[in-house]
Every structure is written in C-alpha cells, then in structure tokens.
C-alpha cells in the first residue's frame, strides 16, 4: 500500500501526531466512528434497532462516550465493562451482559444497575441468576443466547455459534430454559440472542440464524411465551485485504423481513468491529533495517503486545509509510522488538525504501487493536488519542515503567 500524500487523520499529519504524542500510538478518528455509526442505523431505519456497542472491540472511554451521545447503547461481557460503560454515559436500559461466565459480583452488579438485559448462556447461570434475583428481591430480565450451529465461515478463534463452541445453548436446552424461567417469579423472559462470530463478510450465515431464531419465537408465541427482542449479536466484517465489507443494506432487508410477523419486537444488534477497526490506525517508527541470507526487515517500535491479531490469528492489515518514499519497492517483513517470531505487524509486504525514524501507518486497528494490548516483555502500553478535525485529544496517556511493576508486592 502506498499513499501519494503525506498521510492525514482528519486534518493531521501523522508524523505530526508522534511527534507530539510519541510512539506506538493509537490513533482514532472521529469522523469514521461516527460515520459507521450512521451508516449502520441508516440501513437498518426501517426497523430502528437498538445498537449496543460490542465495547471489548475497543473499551476506550471517550471511544463508549462518542458511541453513547450518537444514542448507542453497549454489549458488555463483564462487570469491568459494566463500569466502564456506565462511566462513558451509557444508560443502563441500553446495555446487554453477554458471556459464559458471569460470575455471581457480575450478575449481582447487573441487576443493582438494572442493565436491559442478561444473554443467558447456560441453565446454571440461569439458575444461579435466579438465585440472585430473589436474595436482591429485584425481578432479572432474562434473554437466552442461542447456539444454532451455523458455520459463519471466519477464522476458527472468531467463530461461536457451533456445537463445538462453548456459546449459547442448542435449541431443545433453549427451549427448556425459556419455559423454565417463565415460570419463575424472579426472572422475567425478554428475548433471544444469537450471536454466530466475528469478522462475517457474506450475510448468509445471517439468514440461517434469523431462521433459527425465528423458528423459537414462532415455538414459543405457540406455549404463550411471548418475546419482546431478538439481539442478532455483531459479527459484521470489515475490509482488511480483499474480503469485502458486510454488506449491511442486505442485511437490513434480511432481519428485517425475518421479523416482519412480529412488528412489535425490538431489534438488537451488538456490532463491534464494523464501528470501530476503520477508524484506528496504530502509528509506529521504524528502530532499524537489517537482512538474512534469506529475509528482509524491518524493526519497528510497535510489537504483538501492541497489536496482537497478525499473531493471533495470522491477521492481515495494510501497512503505509506515513511520508511517501520514492524508490524501488521491496519485500520486506515488519517486525516488532519483542522476543518471539510470531511478532510482526505484516509479511512479505511490498514497501518502498524506509529509513530508521520512518513513521509507519498500520490501518484497521481501531477494534482489538488497544483492546488487546499487554505488558508482554514489559513494554508499556501505547498511547491513544482521538482526532477531531485539526484538533488532537490524548484520551488515554502512555504507560510508563512505574505503571508496570504498580501492583507487585
Ligand atoms: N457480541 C458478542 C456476544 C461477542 O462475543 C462479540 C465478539 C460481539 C458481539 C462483537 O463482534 P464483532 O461485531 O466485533 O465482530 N479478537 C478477535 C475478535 C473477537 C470477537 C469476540 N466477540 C479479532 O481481533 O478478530
């Protein structure tokens, strides 16, 4: 990938940017998150669905609070999320606790906190919800996630709705645990959630679980238990090579249509990616150039504790100079300080000539980019500011050595 120009967010420079704000550094753009945003409730208009931000894509505050004033309510999977939300304005009645393991703090916050509603993934958190509900006296809305084995054909980490996932229930243990909680004083049935995995670029594997969830609802409305929302999850994939982007008109049509019998339903969807990855681009300089007999690299300041999906899971993301260079472009593998060959940013990428102090742009890295940083090799985590027009906000500062060794005794 190269650019003609020298590369901008919004109205600055890069270069500019680490200059004042040092590097690794996370970099987000105002603009972008809000114009996914949009984009997304403009299709969907029809329906007016709820969008509750998959936070853990990117948990950043003033990230939440920008997702909460544009009306967005959040998909949080722990207690720590809770908080967070709610500190980022979030309201309550427009945040959904999703995750296998909610502990008994987590669920008991949740409820004090009056949350829209709890994705129960199994019948002992179901029952152990209820046990809750009834100590606090305060009556738990209750949504089950469905596990409908369809295959979304992503990478195998990011897919969650097999039977061999550890996510939802099938449906015969789905429809138990409905009756079930029906029946109990202190839950109170709202909906069913589906969430099938990340990173989905083609909406059929949407259509088979709108299928799937529509088939409980219809069975269901047949007992006399009537549900008031159906959360597709999130899932919608992004382009980082050459996958095309979700198409999120289709999609509209799809769940919409899926829904149509029930008009009265509301509609969730817990997107987190498809708001957030284009908006980030991780900034990076280049420490040092050096060969093998049989390699060319590049060594640059960010490194898997920064950015760990290419590790993870062989993850592509287009990488830039941020000032153009002219010369012929080679191949070249940009790699980061840390101790293990599983650490680079990209491979084999056709760059022109880059010099040591080389800022280089890593696009796409606004949704578990941050998110997933670490401490590995005692590296301090990056910084990330957020960039409004000309204006640049540090929203979280870089750590430092001290904030390494803080909680050790
Ligand atoms: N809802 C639930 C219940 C989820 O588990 C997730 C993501 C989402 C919504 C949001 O999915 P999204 O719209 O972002 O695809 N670290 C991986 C992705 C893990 C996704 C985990 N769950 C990556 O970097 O690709």
Redesign the pocket.
Known sequence: MTNKKNLRIEGLSAESLVARFGSPLYVYSKASLLGRLTALKRAFSKREPLICY?M??NPNREVCRIMARAGAGA?I?SGGELLRALAAGMRPERVVF?GVGKTADELELALKRRVLTLNVESSEELDALERIARRLKRKAPVSIRLNPDIDPKTHPH?T?GRSENKFGVERPEAMRLFRKASTSPWLRVQGIQC?IG??ITDTRPYGLAARAVTGVIKELAGEGIALEMADF????GVTYQNEREHPVGALAKILTAALAPWPAMRLLL?????LVADAGILLTRVLYRKSTSRRRFLIVDAAMNDLG?PAL?G?WHPIAPARPRTGPRQAVDIVGPICESGDFMGRDRLLPPCEPGDVLAIFKAG??GFA?SSQYNSRPRAAEVLVEGSRAKLIRRRETLKDIVRNEL
């Open positions: 998959a853990k894509a998909d999977v999703s990011i969650t969430h990340s990173q999850g999130g899932g919608l817990e997107p987190g990616r498809y999906r899971y993850a949704a578990y997933m």
